[in-house]
T-cell receptor
Framework: AQSVTQPDIHITVSEGASLELRCNYS??????LFWYVQSPGQGLQLLLKYFSGDTLVQGIKGFEAEFKRSQSSFNLRKPSVHWSDAAEYFCAVGTSNFGNEKLTFGTGTRLTIIP | EAGVAQSPRYKIIEKRQSVAFWCNPISGHATLYWYQQILGQGPKLLIQ????????DSQLPKDRFSAERLKGVDSTLKIQPAKLEDSAVYLC???????????FGPGTRLTVL
């Protein structure tokens, strides 16, 4: 069975600083990896996804993530955070990429931005 | 394109009462999911439908939870009777082979007193 670990429960960064959120996964087959963001009272919005090919994936809102198979990681990065990036971030691993995948989510990382 | 719609947005009930949530997926999306998100945790899949058939309900507590998707479009999730530990946000999502991602609704926040 697949699993996802997000080791950081809460991260605080200053506005304009760089950001890296960690994600490690466990899955026996080819992983399909996702990062979602959840603002308070909102549903989840997809930031980016990795299915195959280039291991550096660009997403919306200036986010990117790098897939490292040797480390079973899919860390999310942003060079300069904005106050509007404050939210909860979830990493997920999926079992397929055909639109009917079963997603397993991590426990999330809450991001706080200080002025 | 309209997103995934859910209602109600909030519900407060007492334990042992029953409650139902409704979800309308994005038009044309064959796959529909219900997730439970307990405070401080990531979403956990409860049930997955492909059109109006169940693909996976292995984590659905079937003694109290039930779900249906009539005509392969709208879906309802019911809890009867509710327990305190059912307090959570219930998220509905839909996807299609063309979209290759899940789109989430705003969720229903359930509080069981």
């Amino acid at each position: 069975a697949q699993s996802v670990t997000q080791p950081d429960i809460h991260i605080t960064v200053s506005e304009g600083a760089s950001l890296e959120l960690r994600c490690n996964y466990s899955y026996g087959a080819t992983p399909y990896l996702f990062w979602y963001v959840q603002s308070p009272g909102q549903g989840l919005q997809l930031l980016l996804k990795y299915f195959s090919g280039d291991t550096l994936v660009q997403g919306i809102k200036g986010f990117e993530a790098e897939f490292k198979r040797s480390q079973s990681s899919f860390n999310l990065r942003k060079p300069s955070v904005h106050w509007s990036d404050a939210a909860e971030y979830f990493c997920a691993v999926g079992t397929s990429n055909f639109g009917n995948e079963k997603l397993t989510f991590g426990t999330g990382t809450r991001l706080t931005i200080i002025p | 394109e309209a997103g995934v719609a859910q209602s109600p947005r909030y519900k407060i009930i007492e334990k042992r009462q029953s409650v139902a949530f409704w979800c309308n997926p994005i038009s044309g999306h064959a796959t529909l999911y219900w997730y439970q998100q307990i405070l401080g945790q990531g979403p956990k899949l409860l049930i997955q439908f492909q059109n109006n058939g169940v693909v996976d309900d292995s984590q659905l507590p079937k003694d109290r939870f039930s779900a249906e998707r009539l005509k392969g479009v709208d879906s309802t999730l019911k809890i009867q009777p509710a327990k305190l530990e059912d307090s959570a946000v219930y998220l509905c999502a839909s996807s299609s082979a063309r979209a290759r991602e899940q789109f989430f609704g705003p969720g229903t926040r359930l509080t069981v007193l």
